[in-house]
């Protein structure tokens, strides 16, 4: 998995809240990678790899990330349909 597409998934698809309460989960996060993947037609790497490339940019067990864009709507009505 090319490091730019983790960047470009972090760009496009999250941003930083200085707000106490804590970010994203692991599931969530790759969740959310993999939605991102979905609309750009791009092939998600192996999770492994994912949080390889994740760990020189965040801490995944603490991080203040939160969701944008057309990858956190796509994820969310994926992992909650009842939703619509």
């Known amino acids: ?5 983790i960047d470009l998934f972090l760009q496009e698809a999250t941003y930083l809240d200085e707000a106490p309460e804590p970010g994203m989960s692991r599931d969530r996060l790759y969740g959310l990678y993999t939605s991102w993947c979905f609309i750009n037609q791009q092939s998600p790497g192996p999770e492994s790899k994912f ?3 994740m760990k020189h940019r965040i801490n995944p067990k603490k991080n203040s990330l939160r969701m944008k864009g057309p990858a956190a709507a796509d994820y969310i009505v994926s992992t909650y349909p009842d939703l619509l």
Do not use: G, I, K, V
């Open 51 to 53: 949080w390889a490339a």
């Open 1 to 5: 998995m090319a490091n730019s597409q």
